[in-house]
């Protein structure tokens, strides 16, 4: 079993929707957790950083850990074209040289 | 603000053929630096990562190698390309003090 897994999608949705993105992870010693956007043959780009439990909202993302259920979530309000791009969870924890262990990303596509 | 650049943005090479590629971060000091690898359908890779100046870990036994001359440089290389060491190669920073990584724009390398 993979420390971290993400289904890989694709995801299609069409403009407007709310959009649901989810890693599950084994480790339960994970308290630092990324969202980042990836898009075609750019460098990932940071979206969203989590400490441990809870949730944290900047603009139409929202991300929520779960360290219970080990379940991370984004969530995209009122999703835009511009959003289609792979979203990769990154996780870490305590002592581990800052290293993140990665999923492999979901694929999204907004239809206009 | 913090700017990391890399180069080249793509290369071909032959088998055999020597690598070297350049990733340097400009608006920060003492970074964490960080080389992946990120292949299709296997997420991102880590290579190498350096805390210091000469400072370097391996994560995966290959024939690549990399270092650090200055606070703010990082190079990957090899002597030898084999054709598996096609892919895209990423470099990122982090923060002494934080889990969050800064990704460049990557060099896309083909092996032929």
């Known amino acids: 079993q993979k420390e971290v897994e993400q289904d890989p999608g694709p995801l299609s949705v069409p403009e407007g929707a709310i959009v649901s993105l989810n890693c599950t992870y084994s480790?339960?010693?994970?308290?630092?957790f990324m969202w980042y956007r990836q898009y075609s043959r750019k460098g990932p780009e940071l979206l969203m950083y989590?400490?441990s439990s809870g949730n944290k909202e900047d603009g139409r993302f929202t991300a929520q850990v779960d360290k219970s259920s080990k379940y991370i979530s984004l969530f995209i309000r009122d999703s835009q074209p511009s959003d289609s791009a792979t979203y990769l969870c990154?996780?870490?924890?305590?002592?581990?040289?800052?290293?993140?262990?990665w999923g492999l990303g979901t694929s999204l596509a907004v239809n206009p | 603000s913090q700017t990391i650049h890399q180069w080249p943005a793509t290369l071909v090479q032959p088998v055999g053929s020597p690598l070297s590629l350049e990733c340097t971060v400009e608006?920060?000091?003492?970074?964490?630096l960080y080389w992946y690898r990120q292949a299709a359908g296997r997420g991102l890779q880590l290579l190498f990562y350096s805390v210091g100046i000469g400072q370097i870990s391996s994560e995966v036994p290959q024939n690549l190698s990399a270092s650090r001359p200055q606070d703010r440089q990082f190079i990957l290389s090899s002597k030898k390309l084999l054709l598996s060491d096609s892919g895209f190669y990423l470099c990122a920073w982090s923060r002494d003090s934080s889990y969050e990584q800064y990704f460049g724009p990557g060099t896309r390398l083909t092996v032929t």
């Open positions: 990154a996780m870490s924890y305590a002592g581990n040289n800052r290293k993140l262990i």
């Open positions: 480790n339960s010693a994970f308290q630092y």
């Open positions: 608006g920060t000091s003492n970074p964490n």
């Open positions: 989590t400490y």
